[in-house]
């Protein structure tokens, strides 16, 4: 288990990608099954889902027009 601060490089949560991409947490939920690759590290004492930047960077590169379509998706309620 990697301490946050060990890595080598900024690791971001998934509320943090959440709010960088202006997406759900559910969105990012499914891009972890479509190749955005996390790892767990140790962040206050406790094991925290993280991804660290590379990936994150490299997931965009290699999928551009699915955070695309998700930054542009939201869903309208209908007004009753």
Do not use: C
């Amino acid at each position: 288990n990697l301490r946050v601060e060990e890595a080598n490089e900024p690791v971001h949560t998934v509320e943090d990608l959440s709010k960088m991409f202006n997406v759900s947490t559910k969105t990012i939920s499914r891009w972890r099954d479509q190749g955005l690759v996390s790892r767990r590290f140790l962040a206050e004492g406790r094991k925290r889902v993280g991804f660290l930047h590379s990936s994150v960077e490299r997931f965009v590169t290699q999928n551009k027009k699915r955070v695309e379509r998700g930054e542009r998706f939201s869903q309208i309620s209908p007004t009753y």
